[in-house]
């Protein structure tokens, strides 16, 4: 009879687990960076189970994907990933994953500018690496382009998950509030610099959406080559250029090696004015955990080394 | 200040998505090409067959579309090398090194990459050594180690995909089975033992060490007990030893090793010696005991799953179309399709008789290759070359070919002609 009664507690405690499970189970999202992890985790919210391939502080752009990568493709329901050339490791991993999820493109809609030189720099190990594209790929870095993947994302979780649609669509519009409150806060911190203070020098040409957007022109070493000879004559270009339009700041990047920016640095007489997010957010104790706190961060930190005078 | 500024960056403005896809509508065509080398096991000479996309109405043919015969000094161990425009075939026991271009070149355009393709042929330049075995080539170096000579012999792989044959010689402190490997900026060597007094057993060679081009230690000796077996996938350079499986990557203050030792869950008292690394994904299939095979995850535990075989391994590929997956083939005769990712078997099929592993390793048994969606088998008692749909695992051709073919190698993919 104790049995019998343990069976009936049991047993339907199992029953109800299962049931529930049924219908908890969360939509499984890959995000392929941890950007559009933070988009996707912000219209997701508690109906989706989340993983970001290339997690924070990390380059996208020779990121090399692990076997526990393709497993999480295999089993996910949307896979979210930027398009334009910028995950070159996507497409070999989607074919060995066998997926056969919904992949998204969240780019796709928005404007998008070329690539002038058909590509563009990273710099790792002291070394160059040229990512080459059609397209630039760095869209996020304007904030009305932001708004534009959420939308994708909202698009794709609904697809994916009718029931949970309205959930996806109330918090996509709450984020773009967001999105439209930080937008006006970056065009009011550009506004109060000097008109002849918008030049700044980085490493990795990331900046160009962010730049239109926002008017902060950005120098950066185009064409560096491993060979040192050419490097050696495009960092002196550089230069030139630094001196030519009075850039007043230079600053590192979390997803680079500083060495080329300290030997620039060095060479044009200035220092490094603190370092800017551009293809990763920082991990949680750092300044830029969330896109919203990348690009306040971000134009923070520009601001503050162009108003330093 | 903004607007001239903007003016100058002089960006254009188009819309995704309208890309590329039809600006080579006209005018091009689509080719798949694979062309197959093939050593003999007892003639010195070497094999082309052009594999052409299959014909299913015609199926049975045994004949290659095209073929060309190249003599060489001895038997051939042969692999693609600069990307497929150059075959290497290094003859350990005559001591020689012959190159071949292949024939086939891949331009890369980004969005396609056009296909040249013309007859191959012989190299004039001959490399002769004592005993040169394992060939690596990674890194933009094509690299020879020279298991008698005491050095290695490095090849730019550019220079050799023009047909040029540039060495520069790495001395090695003592002789010995080994190989050389270049890693980012830097060039690993294994570490041979000082020869034995007469009668005495060699002790095992003891590990990696990066050494300058002159062959100069950097810093300390990274420890593999009999290293043997190298592969590259990813950011990962990995070797098989007693211990485990030796990884170095090409790290900001330079190499950083990492021991994966076999854990206790493994089949105790065998090891890795031969190693795969995979394209796409970052991960290693390796031998493990006569009938076991390993998937090594370099970055993530559990580094090491195990994968047992119903009989004795002949040969193993991974598939670079398909990087979750790799085929072995048993000596019962049986070709079997892994999962990477699942570390497990999810086909199997009779291709071939068997061919027992009993007797010396280097017996007339087949070798298989991958081109495309192909599995290449050479099956030398039968003297035939059989051509295996991965996919289904059946057989869709055969090509005979004259003596005891063995050795192979692949080149060649697709790409557009104008
Ligand atoms: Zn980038
Ligand atoms: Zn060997």
């Known amino acids: ?309 | 200040m903004y607007r001239q500024l903007a003016g100058a960056t002089a960006m254009a403005m188009v819309l995704a998505g309208t890309a590329f896809a039809q600006e080579h509508d006209h005018d091009h065509e689509d080719v798949t090409l694979y062309r197959v080398f093939v050593g003999d096991h007892a003639a010195p000479r070497v094999t082309v067959v052009d594999l052409e996309a299959h014909d299913h109405e015609e199926e049975g043919h045994d004949h290659a579309d095209e073929s060309w015969t190249f003599e060489t000094t001895g038997q051939v161990k042969l692999f693609g090398v600069a990307g497929g425009a150059v075959v290497a075939a290094v003859q350990s026991d005559d001591d020689a090194v012959h190159f071949f271009t292949s024939g086939i070149s891949f331009h890369d355009h980004g969005d396609h990459a056009d296909i040249e393709v013309s007859d191959p042929a012989a190299i004039n330049t001959v490399l002769t050594g004592p005993r040169p075995f394992h060939l690596v080539d990674h890194g933009g170096s094509v690299i020879i180690n020279y298991d008698q000579g005491g050095y290695a012999e490095i090849i730019d792989a550019h220079h050799l995909s023009h047909g040029e044959v540039e060495i520069t010689r790495l001395p090695q402190s003592e002789p010995h089975h080994g190989f050389v490997a270049r890693l980012g900026d830097h060039w690993l060597t294994t570490v041979g033992t000082p020869a034995p007094a007469e009668g005495k057993e060699a002790a095992p060679r003891p590990g990696l060490q990066e050494v300058t081009i002159a062959g100069e230690a950097v810093g300390d000796l990274a420890t593999c007990t009999a290293i043997h077996g190298e592969a590259f996938s990813g950011a990962y350079l990995a070797a098989g030893c007693r211990e485990g499986v030796l990884t170095a990557t090409a790290g900001a203050d330079g190499v950083v090793f990492d021991m994966l030792e076999y854990p206790a869950d493994l089949p105790q008292g065998v090891t890795t010696g031969t190693i795969l690394g995979a394209t796409g994904v970052q991960v290693f299939l390796g031998n493990y005991g006569p009938n076991g095979l390993v998937v090594i995850d370099p970055a993530d535990a559990p580094h090491f799953r195990y994968i047992e075989l119903p009989f004795r391994r002949v040969d193993f590929v991974l598939d670079p179309a398909n990087p979750a997956h790799g085929y072995v083939l048993t000596e019962d005769g049986s070709l079997h399709r892994l999962n990477l990712l699942q570390a497990a078997i999810t086909g199997s099929a009779k291709v071939t008789e068997p061919y027992s592993m009993d007797g010396h390793w280097n017996d007339p048994r087949p070798r298989i290759a991958m081109a495309g969606d192909d599995i290449l088998m050479t099956d030398p008692d039968a003297g035939l070359l059989r051509v295996i749909s991965a996919e289904t695992l059946e057989e869709e051709d055969t090509i005979a070919l004259e003596g005891t073919p063995y050795n192979l190698a692949v080149v060649g993919g697709s790409g557009m002609t104008h």
Not at chain 1, 235 to 259: C, H, K, Q, Y
């Open chain 1, 1 to 309: 009879m104790r049995d019998w009664l343990q069976c009936i507690a049991a047993c339907s405690a199992m029953t109800f687990a299962s049931t529930f499970a049924a219908q908890a189970e969360p939509l499984n999202v890959v995000a392929t960076f941890s950007i559009i992890g933070d988009f996707a985790a912000e219209v997701g919210g508690e109906r989706i189970a989340l993983k970001a391939l290339v997690g924070p502080d990390s380059d996208s752009h020779v990121y090399e994907p692990r076997p526990a990568d393709a497993m999480a493709l295999a089993q996910a329901d949307v896979v979210l990933t930027n398009g334009l050339e910028f995950e070159g490791f996507m497409t070999r991993l989607i074919a060995s994953s066998g997926t056969q999820a919904e992949i998204a493109t969240l780019t796709d809609g928005i404007e998008t500018m070329e690539e002038p030189g058909g590509g563009h720099y990273h710099y790792n190990n002291g070394q160059a690496i040229f990512h080459a594209g059609a397209h630039d790929p760095h869209a996020w870095q304007s904030v009305a382009n932001a708004k534009a993947y959420v939308r994708n994302i909202a698009a794709a979780f609904c697809a994916a998950d009718a029931e949970g649609c309205p959930v996806y669509e109330i918090n996509a519009t709450r984020y773009a509030d967001a999105l439209d409150v930080l937008d006006a806060e970056i065009r009011g911190l550009v506004a109060t610099l000097p008109g002849d203070r918008r030049t700044v020098v980085v490493a990795h040409n990331a900046f160009r959406y962010f730049e239109v957007a926002y008017g902060i022109h950005f120098l950066s070493p185009q064409g560096v080559s491993t060979e040192s000879e050419a490097a050696a004559a495009d960092v002196a270009g550089l230069i030139r250029e630094i001196r030519e339009t009075g850039a007043a700041a230079i600053f590192a990047e979390n997803i680079s090696d500083t060495r080329l920016l300290e030997r620039i640095a060095a060479e044009a007489g200035l220092t490094l004015a603190g370092t800017l997010y551009s293809d990763a957010l920082s991990g949680p104790e750092g300044p830029a955990p969330t896109y919203l706190a990348m690009m306040r961060h971000n134009a923070g930190v520009i601001a503050a080394a162009l108003d330093a005078i």
